[in-house]
């Protein structure tokens, strides 16, 4: 019964670290979005520690599974490695949105002053 808790918290957790990366993603979206690049950056680094260890158990499990252990299929395991997959995305997305946003927000500054040496 022990090692079927083991298993179950390692899952979660595996959901957590993952559901969490996501989650930072979209801040840092709607902070890029709103021009608030620090905070975006931040919310960034916060979504890539996350992904980090929900990958640092992602590859446990598989270590496990290439040393011999027979591990219980769950469909959590399979939520959770879905998860992992969708925040590695969002990351590589987020990534060039905010990049994108820079770009924009450079542009309709330079705009704004050339409008400003017509007047």
């Not at 559901?19 to 890029?32: D, F, I, L, T, V």
């Not at 158990?57 to 395991?77: M, T, W």
């Not at 990534?95 to 946003?101: K, T, V």
Request: charged share 25%; aromatic share 6%; hydrophobic share 50%.
């Amino acid at each position: 019964m022990a090692d079927e808790l083991e298993w179950e918290q390692t899952i979660f957790t595996f959901i957590l670290h993952a559901g969490n990366a996501r989650s930072a993603c979209k801040e840092a979206a709607e902070h890029a979005r709103d021009g608030r690049w620090e905070e975006a950056e931040t919310a960034l680094a916060a979504a890539n520690a996350e992904q980090l260890q929900a990958h640092g158990i992602n590859a446990r499990i598989i270590q496990r599974e290439a040393a011999g252990e027979a591990l219980p299929f769950s469909v959590l395991l399979v939520h959770a490695m879905d998860l992992l997959l969708l925040a590695w995305s969002e990351i590589d997305f987020t990534e060039e949105y905010i990049a994108l946003n820079r770009r924009v927000a450079a542009l309709e500054a330079d705009v704004a002053a050339l409008r400003g040496r017509r007047d």
